[in-house]
Nanobody, 122 residues
Framework: QLKESGGGLVQTGGSLRLSCAASGSTFSLYTMAWFRQAPGKERELVAAIDYTGGTTHYTESTKDRFTISRDNTKNTVSLQMNSLKPEDTALYYC?????????????????WGQGTQVTISS
């Protein structure tokens, strides 16, 4: 199971840190990712991190502002979001990639959290 926390309402230019706590003993074996979905839009990848934490991927719109990290000793993955913009407003999900699936497609992720709402006011 995955459980997100840390969402909220902030002004443009502000920061938030999202966290995702994973249960189970195999967390360190899987690529993890953050997705987001705004009303009326498709779910999109925000950032992904491989099982070691050594390789990360970001969508173009977030790569200079967001940082994904993980702590395999605590079974957590985090997303530090800086310089937030109104277009970052969305429900943010933590997800665990199934083995052998491409990291950039939501369909490849078998486990999802409930989501945490991020709202950026202008």
């Amino acid at each position: 199971q995955l459980k997100e926390s840390g969402g909220g309402l902030v002004q443009t230019g502000g920061s938030l840190r999202l966290s995702c706590a994973a249960s189970g003993s195999t967390f360190s074996l899987y690529t993890m990712a953050w997705f987001r979905q705004a009303p009326g839009k498709e779910r999109e990848l925000v950032a992904a991190i491989d099982y070691t934490g050594g390789t990360t991927h970001y969508t173009e719109s977030t790569k200079d502002r967001f940082t994904i990290s993980r702590d395999n000793t605590k079974n957590t993955v985090s997303l530090q979001m800086n310089s937030l913009k109104p277009e970052d407003t969305a429900l943010y999900y933590c997800a665990r990639l199934s083995r052998g699936e491409p990291y950039d497609q939501p369909a490849g992720y078998a486990d999802w959290g409930q989501g945490t709402q991020v709202t950026i006011s202008s």
